[in-house]
């Protein structure tokens, strides 16, 4: 159900790589599941510098806010307007229409930092069981 | 490892797959499928919601009446057998230890239902007050019993409260539902008509089914918080406690000054001839942000108060929430700035009940 071409991070997002060295990312389905109802986003204009795994913006559920989290270096180069008029897209669509950036990667070697699908099955997996004990 | 209270529908609450989370100790769900969903159902339907972690509470005896008006704001004896009234129970200074519901059940006979949080504390507050009186019993029957709110604009088609329809707002009565014996009255914490339901705990999944087979959707924590903000209705604890005086937090109608003797009575006679310094309002956000509890009210470029409940308002598709600021800005109207992810948010100061119902 994670798509196979995608990459993952461990704060569950995901990036789609493109040619030329972008990509567009999002939040995966276990994020939104355990986020709840999205109802704000946050997300860098166009041209901010983003760092793998640093802080990219603000997600707002109906309950709580959580941080969002560069799944690579570079520049947005695009913001999803949609779904910042629309932040349910991210609980109904979350590897389609509820993508949030798409960034111009700096370094797109930075991408073995990332998981495969495969590898975050079995990460989801293993955080779903030690919620269950 | 701390180890999470389980209400007796902890199971029901696992069964539906339910996103979990600690509530004052309790493991509760946070939602079930979706709190937009569970909000709107109860706006326009009829929603159930597990409320067993509120403290359920006898007190009886010859003097339990007496007792009680010596330690709520409103006095009890006044009330009929069969009538209810919401009260406060304050320390000797006036700060609120809590809110709750208090129920004339006999003559002698008082059932009070508070909040989740400091339930050993209020517990220790009653026994000292009532000291080794053998004519007053304190009885806490929490953990022996459940409790459900079903609340929402459909209640009275339901034939599992048929019986009690007729009800007026804050009665309540002794009956059945099928073959459970129930305490049944009207009230609840959701701004919509409903009823709050306590029988034995191990009718919980009876009662609790009772309810699903009629269609009743399941409620977590997350639409009975915006539910009741929505409504205009505070939380103990979140936007009172022992910091706050009845008068700031909007709650002076819940004190009766003119009764008797009671903890506190001249601590708020006199914060009441003073007047306060600082006032609970409603707050609405112009623009799209979501304030949050603990955010910085800010007046002028000088911080002046403290968000303690915030929120989007699923049925008003506005972001709402409540305020301490001081009271020269408490008037409707009044343009105030909360801080939101380091920037001032423009809001206005309106009138808490957002929501009403059949408006």
Known sequence: MNPKEYKYTQEHEWICPESGNKGKMGFTDYAQ????????????????????????????????????????????????????????????????????????????????????????????????????? | MVVLKKTPLNKVHHDLKSKLMDFAGWELPAWYTSILEEHKATRSG????????????????????????????????????????????????GGILDD???????????????????????????????????DIIIVNTSLDTVMVAVQGPSVHQLKSLESVSHLPHFGFTQTKIGDISVFVSRTGYTGEDGFEVIA?????????ESFMAEGVKPCGLGARDSLRMEAGMMLCGQDMDTSTNPFEAGLGWLVDLGKGDFVG????????????????????????????????????????????????SPTLGINIGFAYVPIELATLGTEIEIVIRHKPVTAHIVNKKFYKRGA
Request: charged share 25%.
């Open chain 2, 265 to 312: 009575k001249s601590a708020l006679l006199e914060i009441k001839s003073q007047g306060v310094k600082r006032k609970l309002v409603g707050f609405q956000i112009d623009g799209r942000e979501i304030a949050r509890s603990g955010y910085k009210v800010v007046k002028d470029g000088k911080e002046v108060g403290k968000v303690t409940s915030a929120g989007p």
């Open chain 1, 33 to 133: 599941t355990q986020l709840g109802d999205i109802v704000f986003l946050d997300l860098p204009a166009p041209g901010t510098k983003v760092e793998q795994f640093k802080k990219l913006g603000e997600v707002e559920s109906v309950k709580a806010v959580s941080d969002i989290f560069a799944p690579a270096s570079g520049q947005v180069l695009e913001v999803n307007q949609t779904v910042i008029d629309e932040p349910k897209l991210v609980n109904e669509d979350p590897y389609g229409a509820g993508w949030l950036v798409k960034i111009e990667m700096s370094d797109s070697s930075e991408l073995g930092n990332l998981m495969n699908s495969d590898e975050y099955d079995k990460f989801v997996a293993g955080l779903s069981e030690e919620g269950s004990e």
């Open chain 2, 100 to 134: 709750l519901w208090a129920y004339r059940v006999g003559a002698d006979q008082y059932l009070l239902v508070w909040n989740a949080s400091n339930i050993e504390q209020k517990l220790d507050w009653l026994h000292r007050w009532a000291g080794s009186d053998p």
């Open chain 2, 200 to 208: 034995d705990a191990v009718k919980a999944l009876p009662l609790w």
């Open chain 2, 46 to 93: 009829a929603g159930i919601f597990d409320e067993s972690d509120m403290g359920r509470v006898w007190v009886i005896g010859r003097k339990a009446g007496a007792f009680l008006d010596g330690i709520l704001t409103k006095p009890v004896q006044q009330l009929e057998v069969g009538s209810s009234q919401l009260s406060l129970l304050c320390l000797e200074n």
